[in-house]
């Protein structure tokens, strides 16, 4: 922040009302606003206040603000635009257009540059997370106060991008009545859906283009993403909903989404952590088997050396872990990694 002496401010803004006499009022007006933002503006700490906000307006909102700033900007404006309406300060701060403003440049057709919009694409759309839970989890980071609860909030939405069949009934129904805010949409028909399996864009498109048989670079493929990220800015609201009305455990019960029996069972060994021979030299929570396919040596390795399950139990791996792992490599030995829920061991260690 630009400090001001208090005589320095009364000296410019001496010099705004001379400026204002030669050039008009309206000038003057500006350049006295200008002093005031410097002198007084100052950015509260986080978190910031938030208030019940409507999924389905977000879902609308998010799928408007994808035409103007993509994924990660459209998902964070569709939320951060609705609290400052509400809200006013400090979420004033924010720079972002008016929805008006939105809509107006949407519907001439103009693209905007919008606050938090580099995470399109996967990141300047390199393809690795998809930018609208980006969007809705640095929001959530943002309100809640405790660190540990948007992380958990953050994971669920994650989780929930995963698991998902995109675009949602839903939003493909608010496009074909022509309920979604854009004048033209770049698609109005009813949209095929798909699973990524992945948070990652790279993944999530690819799955959806190969599903629905459009090109990446097709206006039907943005349309996609589009309605996606209403979906998924619903989605963070949903949850932000609940967390502030009943906590953690509300916004859990709510989304009751675990991971899957796989990434359960590999998450035993693999997750970060200090004993490195257990297994654990990596990190993360993404669904394991949507990637590592292929596991014939390593299923080797567990299954010979643990044939008798001690092996097994000394690297830590509990009961229902274990289950679980054979449960996958019974699975690699016929058509696949298995699907489905996994217990809750999610929460057992510092990620
Ligand atoms: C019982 C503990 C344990 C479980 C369960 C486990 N791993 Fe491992 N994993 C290890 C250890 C230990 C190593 C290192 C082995 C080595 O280098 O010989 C390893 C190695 C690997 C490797 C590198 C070597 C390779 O075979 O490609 C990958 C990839 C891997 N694990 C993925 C997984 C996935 C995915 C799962 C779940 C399906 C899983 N692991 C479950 C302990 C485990
Ligand atoms: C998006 C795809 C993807 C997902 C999802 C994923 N991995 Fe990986 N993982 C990789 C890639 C790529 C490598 C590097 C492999 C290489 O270079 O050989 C890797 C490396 C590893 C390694 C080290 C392997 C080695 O080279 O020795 C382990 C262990 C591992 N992953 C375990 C897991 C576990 C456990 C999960 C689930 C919690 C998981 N991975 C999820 C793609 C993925």
């Known amino acids: 922040m630009v400090m001001v002496t208090r005589r320095e401010f009364v000296k410019r803004l001496a010099g705004?009302?001379?400026?204002?006499?030669?050039?008009?009022?309206?000038a003057a007006e500006g350049a006295v606003q200008e002093e005031v933002a410097k002198k007084v503006v100052k950015a509260p700490p986080l978190p910031w206040p938030y208030v019940e906000l409507d999924p389905e307006e977000t879902r609308k909102l998010g799928h408007l603000g994808y035409?103007?700033?993509?994924?990660?900007?459209?998902?964070?404006?569709?939320?951060?635009?609705?609290?400052?309406?509400?809200?006013?300060?400090?979420?004033?701060?924010?720079?972002?257009?008016?929805?008006?403003?939105?809509?107006?440049?949407?519907?001439k057709g103009h693209h905007l540059t919008g606050f938090f919009q580099y995470g399109?694409?996967?990141?300047?759309?390199?393809?690795?997370?998809?930018?609208?839970?980006?969007?809705?989890i640095m929001i959530m980071s943002m309100v809640v106060k405790n660190k540990k609860d948007w992380e958990e909030l953050g994971r669920?939405?994650?989780?929930?991008?995963?698991?998902?069949?995109?675009p949602s009934k839903k939003i493909n129904e608010y496009a074909v009545k022509g309920e979604l805010y854009p004048k033209k949409l770049?698609?109005?028909?009813?949209?095929?859906?798909?699973?990524?399996?992945?948070?990652?864009?790279?993944?999530?498109?690819?799955?959806?283009?190969?599903?629905?048989?459009?090109?990446s670079g097709s206006k039907e493929r943005s349309e996609r993403c589009g309605r996606l990220t209403g979906d998924v800015a619903?989605?963070?609201?949903?949850?932000?909903?609940?967390?502030?009305?009943?906590?953690?455990?509300k916004a859990k019960s709510l989304a009751k989404l675990k991971f899957s029996a796989t990434t359960a069972a590999c998450r035993e060994c693999h997750y970060k952590g200090k004993d490195f021979e257990m297994g654990q030299f990596t990190r993360g929570f993404m669904q394991c088997e949507t990637c590592h396919k292929d596991l014939r040596a390593h299923a080797h390795e567990f299954l010979t050396k643990g044939a008798s399950g001690a092996e097994l139990m000394t690297v830590g791996l509990g009961a229902g872990g274990l289950g679980a792992f054979a449960g996958f490599l019974a699975g690699l030995a016929s058509n696949g990694p298995s699907e489905g829920e996994g217990s809750e061991e999610e929460e057992k260690e510092e990620r």
């Open 186 to 215: 770049k698609y109005s028909g009813w949209l095929p859906q798909s699973v990524s399996h992945s948070v990652l864009c790279h993944v999530s498109v690819s799955k959806w283009c190969m599903a629905s048989g459009f090109a």
């Open 234 to 249: 619903a989605e963070a609201v949903t949850l932000l909903n609940a967390y502030f009305k009943g906590g953690l455990e």
């Open 67 to 107: 035409y103007a700033f993509e994924c990660s900007g459209g998902a964070f404006w569709a939320i951060a635009v609705q609290l400052r309406e509400k809200v006013g300060y400090p979420w004033t701060l924010i720079p972002i257009p008016s929805k008006e403003e939105v809509l107006d440049a949407v519907n």
């Open 16 to 26: 705004a009302a001379l400026f204002g006499a030669l050039l008009g009022p309206k």
């Open 120 to 136: 399109f694409g996967g990141v300047v759309g390199w393809g690795t997370i998809c930018g609208a839970p980006q969007g809705g």
């Open 156 to 166: 669920l939405l994650l989780r929930f991008y995963e698991t998902t069949p995109f």
